[in-house]
């Protein structure tokens, strides 16, 4: 991600295993990690906002 959402996207390593026995029902695949990154980008200031003023 080149643009400006991409500086509050965490990257995530991809070869990383995980622990969870349940699969993830939308698969690992690399669109879907790309969709998680934009999702999480999208949302990230407004996600700060409410947990800032939840206390």
Do not use: S, V, W
């Amino acid at each position: 991600m080149d643009n400006l959402l991409g500086q509050y996207a965490p990257r995530i390593d991809r070869d990383q295993g995980t622990t969870d026995p349940r699969p993830y029902a939308l698969g690992y695949t690399e669109r879907e990690f790309q969709r998680l990154e934009l999702q999480g980008a999208l949302i990230h200031d407004l996600t700060e906002d409410f947990l800032r003023r939840a206390g």
